[in-house]
């Protein structure tokens, strides 16, 4: 998987509620308490340790752990007295405000939505989460239910499918009319076959050079099988009409040129 995020449900969110009585009791500003915060809520690299094979980075911890830690953060220094925190704001561990809802059979829900890397398979992949789906749900909490809500191998099933009622359909349309006009069992059979053995081959070279069936792939394999059938169709036509008429289909026609009604008699 190359990504995975989530849309709905409610996400923690520490709140540093200011109150502006005791920020103007102490000479406080809101300014000073977000530099403060900022300051001392950041994780940076302090060096590192290197020896003849390796060499590590060191960080300092300075992010925030729990909520003590944020009401005792020092905003400023008053004298010998020490602002902190928890004497200008109130610190609250809630959640974000909600933006986005999901609802699923007219109840709360959460969608977690996962990204396939650009070289991965679809259709292996929905089928690979599909099948860990019941593992990860005996996971969860109780009442917590996974279900599939939007499937994009679902499209590329269908379109398989669709190709292949496509396939079949063209091998007897193709097969009845040139039977119906051509008379020959044999000739007919020709075209008929050369339509799967097409598709069979495009297969080929296809996993061959690395691509892999998705739904642009999938839409022009079946406009191609139609194509091929009108084609094959025309040209089979077209060659039975010539040979009846007693020529070969690739031999020009020769013909004299017309006389003029303009040419003059022969004098006397």
């Known amino acids: 998987m190359a990504s995975a995020f989530t849309i709905g449900g409610m996400s923690r969110e520490i709140k540093v509620l200011a109150d502006p009585a005791r920020l103007r009791a102490r000479n406080v500003t809101l300014d000073?308490?977000?530099?403060?915060?900022?300051?001392?809520?950041?994780?940076?690299?302090?060096?590192?340790?290197?020896?003849?094979?390796?060499?590590?980075?060191?960080?300092?911890?300075?992010?925030?752990?729990?909520?003590?830690?944020i009401e005792?953060?020092?905003?400023?220094?008053?004298?010998?007295?020490?602002?902190?925190?928890?004497?200008?704001?109130?610190?609250?561990?809630?959640?974000?405000?909600?933006?986005?809802?999901?609802?699923?059979?007219?109840?709360?829900?959460?969608?977690?939505?996962?990204?396939?890397?650009s070289d991965a398979n679809t259709v292996e992949v929905c089928r690979e989460v599909v099948q860990r789906i019941a593992t990860v749900?005996?996971?969860?909490?109780?009442?917590v239910k996974l279900g599939v809500f939007y499937d994009t191998s679902t499209?590329?099933?269908?379109?398989?499918?669709?190709?292949g009622s496509t396939a079949v359909q063209a091998v007897?349309?193709?097969?009845?009319?040139?039977?119906?006009?051509?008379?020959?069992?044999?000739?007919?059979?020709?075209?008929?076959?050369?339509?799967?053995?097409?598709?069979?081959?495009?297969?080929?070279?296809?996993?061959?050079a690395g691509l892999t069936l998705n739904i642009?792939?999938?839409?022009?394999?079946?406009?191609?099988?139609?194509?091929?059938?009108?084609?094959?169709?025309?040209?089979w036509k077209a060659s039975s009409a010539t040979a009846r008429r007693g020529r070969h289909p690739a031999t020009p026609r020769m013909s004299a040129p017309p006389r003029s009604p303009w040419r003059s008699r022969p004098p006397r």
């Open 216 to 235: 642009i792939s999938m839409a022009g394999l079946a406009l191609a099988v139609g194509c091929w059938w009108t084609t094959r169709s025309s040209s």
């Open 137 to 143: 749900e005996s996971q969860l909490p109780r009442g």
């Open 172 to 208: 007897g349309l193709t097969f009845l009319v040139l039977l119906f006009f051509l008379r020959k069992v044999r000739s007919s059979l020709i075209v008929a076959v050369s339509i799967p053995v097409s598709i069979v081959v495009t297969f080929a070279v296809m996993d061959q």
């Open 72 to 117: 005792n953060t020092t905003v400023a220094v008053r004298g010998a007295t020490l602002i902190r925190i928890k004497d200008v704001a109130r610190v609250v561990d809630g959640f974000a405000e909600q933006r986005q809802r999901v609802w699923s059979n007219g109840k709360p829900a959460v969608m977690l939505v996962l990204q396939k890397q």
């Open 32 to 69: 000073q308490v977000v530099a403060a915060l900022r300051m001392n809520n950041a994780q940076s690299p302090s060096g590192w340790i290197e020896n003849e094979h390796q060499e590590f980075t060191l960080q300092t911890a300075g992010e925030y752990s729990s909520l003590d830690e």
């Open 155 to 163: 499209f590329i099933n269908q379109s398989m499918a669709n190709l």
